[in-house]
């Protein structure tokens, strides 16, 4: 019984015209679209979106979502509200858990802003850690990240359809063979 071999190639494109130039290339190809994903930033999905119909697209989240912000804010005045009936029973301890809190809630903001939303997204679809951490890397430069998964007889096409652009940057590939 053989095992059928599969290739992820991807790279990150500077603008949509180059992420568009791609996807055509690709189409060429007899590439299909649903074997290409968009990692793209939120405010960016349905520009994509609209530009490349063909291909999957996926959000990689920068910051907070409305519901989220919606989520803290409750959270905090709801601590504010215990903070100030314990600071009507014993103000020292009502001002100290308010500081507390207000301190706990900046630290994780900056910390969640900070991390690497990218790589941890790249990590859960099972491609190897030197790729994510290039591609993150590369993606504050860029407009979004490309990713194909082809078949081992389509890889050599595919492979110089993302080498024809030398806009792309941190161009990879990666056999997806299970193991």
Same mark, same amino acid.
């Given at each position: 019984?053989?095992?059928?071999?599969?290739?992820?190639?991807?790279?990150?494109?500077?603008?949509?015209?180059?992420?568009?130039?791609? #996807?055509?290339? %690709?189409?060429?190809?007899?590439?299909?679209?649903?074997?290409?994903?968009?990692?793209? =930033? =939120?405010?960016?999905?349905?520009?994509?979106?609209?530009?490349?119909?063909?291909?999957?697209?996926? =959000?990689?989240?920068?910051?907070?979502?409305?519901?989220?912000?919606? !989520? $803290?804010?409750?959270?905090?005045?709801?601590?504010?509200?215990?903070?100030?009936?314990?600071?009507?029973?014993?103000?020292?301890?009502?001002?100290?858990?308010?500081?507390?809190?207000?301190?706990?809630? $900046?630290?994780?903001?900056? %910390?969640?802003?900070?991390? @690497?939303?990218?790589?941890?997204?790249? $990590?859960?679809?099972?491609? @190897? !850690?030197?790729?994510?951490?290039?591609?993150?890397?590369?993606?504050?430069?860029?407009?979004?990240?490309?990713?194909?998964?082809?078949?081992?007889?389509?890889?050599? #096409?595919?492979?110089?359809?993302? %080498? !024809?652009? @030398?806009?792309?940057?941190?161009?990879?590939?990666? #056999?997806?063979?299970?193991?």
């Amino acid at each position: 019984m053989s095992v059928p071999r599969y290739f992820t190639i991807g790279a990150v494109s500077p603008d949509l015209a180059s992420l568009k130039a791609l #996807d055509e290339r %690709l189409e060429d190809l007899g590439v299909p679209g649903d074997s290409h994903l968009i990692l793209i =930033r =939120r405010r960016d999905e349905a520009l994509a979106g609209v530009t490349l119909p063909g291909a999957r697209t996926a =959000r990689v989240e920068s910051g907070l979502s409305r519901t989220q912000w919606f !989520e $803290l804010f409750s959270t905090y005045l709801g601590v504010t509200a215990v903070s100030v009936l314990m600071g009507a029973v014993h103000l020292p301890t009502g001002l100290a858990v308010q500081a507390v809190m207000t301190l706990a809630v $900046l630290v994780g903001l900056i %910390l969640y802003h900070r991390r @690497p939303q990218l790589e941890k997204k790249i $990590l859960r679809m099972g491609l @190897p !850690e030197r790729l994510a951490e290039e591609w993150q890397g590369a993606f504050p430069n860029g407009f979004a990240l490309s990713l194909v998964t082809v078949p081992a007889e389509r890889f050599d #096409d595919a492979q110089e359809a993302f %080498l !024809e652009d @030398p806009k792309l940057l941190a161009p990879q590939a990666v #056999d997806r063979r299970p193991v």
